[in-house]
């Protein structure tokens, strides 16, 4: 199970951090995505971490890259992701999930709720 | 950047009728896709991992299929619970992508 946390209204030009509470499995075994939904539109992939063994290295989305950054506390099996240099465009339901590794792939098998961010003057 | 296109966009379908979803991929990328079912309002569910392997639980009507740039999912004898939207993914390369997603609705 995972739980998100930490959204809200914020300004442009605003930070926010989301938290990711994640129960049930071994949460250092496995790497973690953000993936967002603005209102009405698709997935959007934003960034992922892998686990420690792979030194927890990051890799994000274009659009988000430089402002945003996803961490790890495997002692607290969470994951947060924060946003920095919030823009109108960022207004987003912001989903974490663990990922599942299979042959080469890793593939987002268990999702939280949501987290609502809107990003408005 | 790989580019997924989805067909069709939106689909009318009846309870009991068959039929496949397309997604189309703009370079190669073997069988690193997978497909996910979202409910208005709800976390997306994955479905189909590695092209055409079924996640633990889902239903053996759904199916996959495909490789390289050309994937399938279809969806046989629906059920009321699978009128949804209907996403693909690839995870050959970074960044990684979905498709426009598939809204089913029932005829």
């Known amino acids: 199970q995972m739980v998100e946390s930490g959204g809200g209204l914020v300004q442009p030009g605003g930070s926010l951090r989301l938290s990711c509470a994640a129960s049930?499995?071994?949460?250092?075994?496995?790497?973690m995505v953000w993936v967002r939904q603005a209102p009405g539109k698709g997935l959007q992939w934003v960034g992922r971490?892998?686990?420690?063994?792979?030194?927890?290295?990051?890799e994000y989305a274009a659009s988000v890259k430089g402002r945003f950054s996803i961490s790890r506390d495997d002692s607290k099996n969470s994951v947060h992701l924060q946003m920095n240099s919030l823009k109108i465009e960022d207004t987003a339901v912001y989903y974490c999930?663990?990922?599942?590794?299979?042959?080469?792939?890793?593939?987002?098998?268990?999702w939280g709720q949501g987290a609502l961010v809107t990003v408005s003057s | 950047d790989i580019q997924l296109t989805q067909s069709p966009s939106f689909l009318s379908a009846s309870v009991g009728d068959s039929l496949t979803i397309t997604c189309r991929a703009s370079?190669?990328?073997?069988?690193?896709l997978a497909w996910y079912q979202q409910k208005p309002g709800k976390a997306p569910k994955l479905l189909i991992y590695?092209?055409?392997t079924l996640q633990s639980g889902v239903p053996s009507r759904f199916a996959g299929s495909g490789s390289g740039t050309e994937f399938t999912l279809t969806i046989n004898s629906l059920q009321p619970e699978d009128f949804a939207t209907y996403y693909c993914?690839?995870?050959?390369?970074?960044?990684?992508?979905f498709g426009q997603g598939t809204r089913l609705e029932i005829k």
């Open positions: 999930a663990r990922l599942y590794y299979h042959s080469g792939g890793f593939y987002a098998d268990y």
């Open positions: 049930g499995f071994t949460f250092s075994d496995h790497y």
């Open positions: 971490i892998r686990d420690g063994p792979n030194d927890y290295t990051t």
């Open positions: 370079q190669g990328i073997g069988s690193y």
């Open positions: 590695a092209a055409s």
């Open positions: 993914q690839q995870l050959n390369s970074y960044p990684i992508t």
